[in-house]
């Protein structure tokens, strides 16, 4: 027998029960009948299932950033997805390089794409940090990718025991049938240029006992992981390209790029104002890789060790006073690789080297410097060879006489024989004399009216004349880790 107060209570339990699930039915039909099917699946997707989702599956956040460095396992996700796609995805970003035989495509932030491994469903997300509508952070970096992948709870021990090695297996794959070199570029925008300059060593017109200096000493440095671990340095090495422009410096950053299959990354200092900025920034590169500071000389505020107000960076930012010297900024780039870089190059490239700071030239900072002269006789040789296909003809001695007496740019010459490309050789290369002769009487001329105009404005010397000028800048190279 109930009691009559557990009766009363029965009562108004059940009664409550019949008016809510009353007033479910009824704000279920108003709910039907008055809201758009647009409007009920927003409510769908953003509401409800992500409710009942909770409880049945689980996330997992692949970063791109793991501390300083770059999270391998992001990479192998973002190159095996790039092959995939759902019939909901809404943007891709697609590229190609000339290298490269297929088109690549990425996801763009906030897509999703739903893969199928071993009968499971996963539900892969691009997003970032910072949200996926900002486009930057405070700093004015761009926000952090991460990928997001939603599995089943059941399906986790799957998921980390094959997936994920099956992801690094297909993503190894891929790269491989897609080698290419890329040339990125470590500016703000992080915008990335495919690397397709065709600089070998081969089409390289330096002097040929400098081009197998440089080739051993790569060689030397892919080759010794182990004396850098042995000795405790970071494996990395340092080359300061010096020369007046249009001598090759940019060619042969591309060609020892190609020469090692590396990837390049220009840093643009002239952008970072804080060391937050530049820590984000040299993050993003990767191993094998050659971060390159051109014009150092030219750099705001880098340039001039004795004038402090020029040599500080300064924070543009008032709480985060952090200035930034040149020897910091090497610390500071060391500091990082030391922690988690393996196999760097750093390329500092200079038109003029006695500008530049005492920090950069003391010994042990940079392992190599490279003098990268005007065109020699040899170097007009490779020259012909590139533009004309000919190893020799008739005006190569006069041609190169008047190369031994003037001093003429790689580009120069390059420029002259382009110039020409729809005549025959013979023209080209008499073209070419003539350019000659007239930049040898220019010169001559200017000799002769005085020694202020002995200055040419563009440069224009004659080769006895800088000679003596640069009796110290004989150095092609001095290694500096000999073990
Ligand atoms: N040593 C060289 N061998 C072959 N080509 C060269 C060489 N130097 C210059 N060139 C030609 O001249 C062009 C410009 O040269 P490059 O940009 O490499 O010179 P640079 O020394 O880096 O000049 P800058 O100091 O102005 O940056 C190249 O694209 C190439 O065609």
Request: net charge positive; charged share 30%; hydrophobic share 35%.
């Amino acid at each position: 027998m109930v009691p009559p107060a557990a009766m009363v209570w029965l009562t108004s339990l059940m009664s409550m029960a019949a008016s809510t699930a009353g007033s479910a039915i009824f704000f279920g039909t108003i709910v039907r009948v008055f809201l758009p099917q647009s409007l009920r699946d927003y409510f769908d997707d953003a509401i409800f299932k992500p409710f009942f989702r909770s409880f049945s599956e689980t996330r997992i956040v692949v970063e791109k950033f793991e501390g300083y460095c770059v999270n391998h396992v992001f990479k192998d996700v973002e190159t095996y997805l790039s092959q995939k796609s759902s019939p909901s995805t809404r943007a891709f970003r697609a590229s190609k390089t000339r290298k490269n035989k297929y088109l690549t495509f990425n996801m763009d932030r906030g897509e999703v794409i739903v893969d199928k491994f071993q009968g499971m469903e996963l539900a892969w997300k691009r997003t970032c940090r910072y949200g996926s509508r900002k486009t930057t952070n405070a700093a004015g970096l761009p926000p952090l990718p991460l990928f997001v992948l939603s599995i089943k709870r059941k399906h986790r021990q799957k998921v980390l025991g094959s997936y994920f090695p099956y992801i690094r297996r297909e993503a190894e794959a891929l790269k491989a049938e897609r080698k290419g070199l890329k040339l990125r570029s470590a500016l703000r925008t992080q915008t990335r240029v495919d690397l397709d300059h065709p600089a070998t060593f081969d089409k390289l017109a330096i002097d040929p006992d400098l081009k197998n200096a440089i080739i051993a000493d790569l060689d030397r440095f892919v080759g010794r992981k182990e004396f850098y671990k042995r000795v405790g340095k970071t494996w990395k090495r340092g080359y300061l390209l010096y020369g007046p422009p249009g001598t090759g410096k940019s060619s042969l950053i591309a060609a020892i790029a190609n020469y090692l299959n590396y990837h390049i990354y220009d840093l643009e200092l002239s952008d970072i104002t804080r060391n937050s900025d530049l820590r984000d920034l040299i993050r993003t590169t990767s191993n094998r890789s050659i971060l390159v500071i051109e014009d150092i000389d030219c750099t705001s505020g880098l340039e001039d060790r004795g004038d402090q107000q020029k040599n500080i960076i300064k924070s543009s930012h008032r709480k985060n006073k952090s200035q930034l010297t040149l020897s910091g900024l090497l610390n500071f780039i060391d500091g990082l690789w030391s922690s988690c870089g393996d196999e760097r190059i750093i390329i500092f490239t200079t038109n003029y080297k006695e500008k530049l700071d005492p920090a950069l030239l003391r010994p042990g900072r940079m392992d190599m410097h490279i003098h990268m002269s005007y065109c020699t006789p040899a170097g007009f040789k490779i020259l012909a060879n590139n533009y004309l296909g000919i190893q020799d003809h008739r005006l190569f001695a006069d041609i190169e006489a008047l190369i031994r007496q003037v001093e003429v740019t790689p580009a120069q010459i390059a420029e002259e024989l382009m110039n020409y490309h729809t005549d025959k050789p013979d023209v080209c290369l008499a073209r070419l004399l003539e350019f000659l002769q007239r930049k040898k009487i220019e010169i001559e001329k200017a000799v002769s009216e005085g020694p202020e105009k002995e200055k040419v404005e563009n440069g224009n010397k004659t080769k006895s004349q800088t000679e003596t000028d640069s009796e110290t800048e004989t150095e092609t190279g001095t290694d500096k880790d000999s073990d």
